[in-house]
């Protein structure tokens, strides 16, 4: 009898008994919860004591009706906000670029200056809740936006919890949203790390992401593989700049997809915490245990949502949000059905917050720690990953780290040829998706999709129109020489970027003075 193939290409064996875990030593493999090396969880009682953090990913169009959105999901019970921002922002251009029209508001909430940021956050308490960005290559930027504006409210940068992803290099294997080369890249997040370190101690500096990846195509061994090969690379980066291990390593978080297949996922998340913490000790000589925990955010694949019969993105999601919860995530995104779409409706949105809260509420998922302990089949699928990432991780260490690997299109090549891999089973008809190749509808019910307002863009320009006419246009001149400055030397740029941004400096005008001193990255296609 033979089994079915795994998405990372191992054989799952109809029957899994004992024999399948015996001669590893399962017990000390497995740890403590909460213990060296955390392979069931990075806290003793887990979601025992409190549930994840249920964040919801918004954001569109201008940021009063981000806004809006805000408020109502903290309303119905949201912890965490996670904004998405237009694709301008995350490229570093003002929405009055000209390689910004057409994309003002479109995937995300245009913020061009700090006087948007205040209308974003307006009303909502900073202090309380904890906010995660989308934001990478201009991360500083937007991170600066928000301390600025929480310090207007009266919270200071000390009492702020959040993250910003500011993982620039999965950017030049996966998205495509860098701005400068990767050794500038990575200074900037080097002189992050620093300056939250004092300014921002409760922040979580860096999201070291392998969902992007995962959506252009990763399996779960690669998707782990190579996130763990550019969080190497992170700490490299810091310790080459001067910083200690422990001053930065417990602030690193990760950001991982959850698939439908729910005892991969599992496996996989207990494979990549095991693997990290035996690589911060073993490799970077960390001390301190949270240097060593790898504390992540998981968000349900938004690949595999169809937009045929997207009711049934609902099953997929529940699914998706259940393995995450399972694996012992910190953090969930639930995303909403009719994404495949268009933006999210208000209903839809809602709808992927209750599901967590049914997971947390309503099942017994919640009453015991890592409840897939000792099982077979999920112990030995954490065995093989664990194997095969560091196979990988090896493979790009070969290459020169993440970097060297980057440069010469490792990375990106191997995910490619994974992704074609699965679109063939899925035109074959080998791997089932229903309502696409099996299962399908010939008549699909009407669905009116949530559209962005194209007088947004026009709007957003007169925003930028009258913060040129109204501001100090010296002081702006001033506060942007000293970020080209600071660039041009060893000194942290986050302090003279700050102030820029505190006289009205727009986000464009900021990652300009910096791509005149270090450039622009070009990418070399790879065949």
């Not at 493999?29 to 806290?43: A, D, F, I, K, W």
């Not at 207007?152 to 919890?161: H, I, Q």
């Not at 070291?208 to 195509?217: D, F, K, L, N, P």
């Given at each position: 009898m033979s089994g079915a193939r795994s998405e990372s290409g191992f054989e799952i064996k109809p029957v899994y008994r004992p024999a399948d875990t015996a001669g590893r030593d399962l017990?000390?493999?497995?740890?403590?919860?909460?213990?060296?090396?955390?392979?069931?969880?990075?806290?003793?009682?887990?979601?025992t004591g409190r549930p994840w953090t249920m964040r919801q990913y918004a954001g569109f169009g201008t940021a009063a009706?981000?806004?809006?959105r805000y408020h109502e999901l903290v309303a119905h019970g949201t912890g965490g906000l996670s904004v998405a921002f237009d694709l301008p922002t995350q490229m570093g251009y003002d929405s009055d670029h000209p390689s910004a029209s057409g994309e003002v508001g479109k995937v995300g909430v245009a913020i061009d200056s700090i006087d948007d940021m205040r209308v974003l956050f307006g009303g909502l308490p900073l202090d309380e809740v904890s906010t995660s960005m989308t934001i990478n290559a201009p991360a500083s930027s937007l991170l600066l936006m928000y301390q600025l504006v929480a310090e207007?409210?009266?919270?200071?940068?000390?009492?702020?919890?959040g993250t910003i992803q500011n993982d620039v290099l999965k950017e030049y294997i996966a998205r495509g949203t860098y701005i400068y080369p990767p050794s500038q890249s990575l200074r900037l997040?080097?002189?992050?790390?620093?300056?939250?370190?004092?300014?921002?101690?409760?922040?979580?500096t860096i999201s070291?992401?392998?969902?992007?990846?995962?959506?252009?195509?990763a399996t779960p061994v690669q998707e782990i593989a190579f996130t763990l090969a550019n969080a190497k690379e992170y700490v490299r980066a810091a310790l080459a700049a001067g910083l200690g291990v422990d001053d930065f390593a417990p602030r690193l978080s990760f950001f991982f997809v959850a698939r439908t297949t729910l005892l991969e996922e599992v496996a996989k998340f207990r494979a990549a915490r095991r693997l990290w913490a035996r690589i911060m000790k073993e490799e970077f000589g960390a001390q301190n245990p949270r240097s060593m925990m790898l504390r992540f955010h998981t968000q349900t694949a938004g690949v595999q949502l169809t937009a045929q019969q997207p009711e049934v993105n609902l099953v997929r999601v529940a699914l998706q949000g259940l393995g995450a919860v399972l694996g012992g995530t910190q953090s969930l995104h639930t995303n909403s059905y009719d994404e495949a779409i268009a933006l999210p409706t208000t209903k839809a949105a809602r709808l992927a917050l209750r599901t967590q809260q049914v997971l947390a509420f309503e099942t017994d998922v919640t009453s015991t720690v890592d409840p897939f302990a000792g099982s077979y089949v999920v112990e030995s699928m954490t065995d093989e990953i664990e194997a095969a990432a560091l196979e990988l991780i090896q493979a790009v260490e070969d290459r020169g780290g993440a970097v060297g690997a980057i440069e010469q299109g490792f990375q990106k090549t191997e995910i490619e040829r994974a992704a074609y891999d699965t679109a063939l089973e899925i035109d074959s008809g080998e791997r089932v998706v229903v309502g696409v190749n099996r299962f399908t509808s010939e008549v699909e019910e009407p669905y009116e999709p949530l559209r962005v307002d194209p007088a947004i863009e026009e709007a957003q320009r007169?925003?930028?129109?009258?913060?040129?006419a109204e501001?100090?246009?010296?002081?702006?001149?001033?506060?942007?020489?000293?970020?080209?400055?600071?660039?041009?030397?060893?000194?942290?740029?986050?302090?003279?970027?700050?102030?820029?941004?505190?006289?009205?400096?727009?986000?464009?005008?900021?990652?300009?003075?910096?791509?005149e001193v270090w450039g622009q990255y070009v990418p070399t296609e790879h065949f």
């Open positions: 017990e000390q493999r497995l740890g403590e919860p909460g213990s060296y090396p955390y392979t069931r969880g990075v806290y003793p009682t887990m979601y009706e981000s806004n809006a207007e409210a009266g919270v200071p940068g000390t009492a702020l919890t997040i080097s002189d992050i790390f620093a300056y939250c370190h004092t300014e921002l101690p409760r922040w979580n070291i992401s392998g969902y992007h990846m995962a959506e252009a195509g007169e925003r930028l129109a009258a913060l040129r501001r100090d246009g010296a002081a702006v001149t001033r506060a942007l020489d000293a970020v080209r400055a600071a660039a041009e030397t060893t000194d942290n740029v986050l302090v003279p970027m700050r102030e820029a941004l505190r006289v009205r400096a727009t986000g464009g005008e900021v990652a300009d003075a910096l791509r």
